[in-house]
Every structure is written in C-alpha cells, then in structure tokens.
C-alpha cells in the first residue's frame, strides 16, 4: 500500500489545517490508520489513529479536544482536522498503516510527510 499525505502548510497560532491521507495500491478501507508527528530533533510521536470501520478513535493527550481524525473509505481517505493550533505542534505529519497503536514501529507503511508550521 502507498499512502499520501498532504495539507500541511503555514498557520497562525489558534488557526486550523485539515490534513489528508490518500491510499493507494490497496485501499484504506482494508486498514486502521494513524497520524504521527515529528518536530526536529525529536522522536516521532503518535497523534491520533482510526479504526478500520471508523467506529474508535485515539489521540495523544495534548491533542485531544483540538483535533479530530476521521474516514471517508469512499474516497480511500483518512483526514487529520487541525484546531487550536500551537507553536509546539510545528512539525511533519506523517500518516502510517495498519495499526491502531501508538508506537512507530508498530506501522509497515508510511506516508512521505507534510509540513505543519505554526508561526507565533
């Protein structure tokens, strides 16, 4: 499977962004997917994932509330709403898949990254 993401761009504080994960090759709707970050000189955190049927979400604490992680398998898509923007969620998001967990390695396959930059 290929995943793309994209939507990442340039934001104020408190601003918002709606990222998106394209599969491809086989679709989403075979997989859970899930959202990782990775700001430079960090590791790679988990932001949030999805279940297969869409029914079960997760999210790392200091996202919860601000964003938001659904599915359209329609469109073999899994979106990543991005409210309340900080300067501290600066970072690459990248979409992984299959998985539900919050570990990197717990993930095959990896999207390329998209930009978020949240400027202060």
């Known amino acids: 499977v290929q995943l793309q993401a994209s939507g990442g761009g340039l934001v104020q504080i408190g601003g918002s962004l709606r990222l998106s994960c394209e599969a491809s090759g086989r679709t989403s709707s075979a997989y859970a997917v899930g959202w990782f970050r990775q700001a430079p000189g960090k590791e790679r955190e988990f932001v949030a994932s999805i279940s297969l049927s869409g029914g079960s979400s997760y999210y790392a604490e200091s996202v919860k509330s601000r964003f938001t992680i659904s599915r359209d398998d329609a469109w073999n898509m899994v979106y990543l709403q991005l409210n309340g923007l900080k300067p501290e969620d600066t970072a690459i998001y990248y979409c992984?898949?299959?998985?539900?967990?919050?570990?990197?390695?717990?993930?095959?396959?990896w999207g390329q990254g998209t930009q978020v930059t949240v400027s202060s």
């Open positions: 992984a898949a299959p998985g539900l967990g919050r570990q990197p390695n717990e993930y095959p396959y």
